[in-house]
Nanobody
Framework: QVQLVESGGGSVQAGGSLRLSCAAS????????LGWFRQAPGKEREGVAA????????YYADSVKGRFTISQDNAKNTVYLQMNSLKPEDTAMYYC????????????????????WGQGTQVTVSS
């Protein structure tokens, strides 16, 4: 079992920045990807960014490329999502998730492939 705990959400004005953290604990031997999804009210869950914890490859949704950066601190078993130039459309509940996916680089993020989820942290961006 893998436990994921998110932190770092909050409210910010458009153009501002936030950094989300996801602390992983438990038996992670069966996972190799950690990622972030988000879900706004009335919308489907969207994959935002993911990182291969072994090889370091990353995936970003087109909507966040150039603004968000995912990184890892293996010593702390923590993954971060640095979010810059935030827009009102980034407002959502952000979830950390873990998966075992047998590819070196993700071509896309599919929520159904991620078997472990955190409780989520709210990000609100005002205009």
């Amino acid at each position: 079992q893998v436990q994921l705990v998110e932190s770092g959400g909050g409210s910010v004005q458009a153009g501002g920045s936030l950094r989300l953290s996801c602390a992983a604990s438990g038996d992670r031997s069966g996972t190799n990807y950690l990622g972030w999804f988000r879900q706004a009210p009335g919308k489907e869950r969207e994959g935002v960014a993911a990182i291969n914890m072994g090889g370091g490859s990353t995936y970003y949704a087109d909507s966040v490329k150039g603004r968000f950066t995912i990184s890892q601190d293996n010593a702390k078993n923590t993954v971060y999502l640095q979010m810059n130039s935030l827009k009102p459309e980034d407002t959502a509940m952000y979830y950390c998730a873990a998966a075992l996916i047998p590819v070196d680089t993700l071509p896309m993020m599919v929520a159904g492939l991620f078997g472990y989820w955190g409780q989520g942290t709210q990000v609100t961006v005002s205009s």
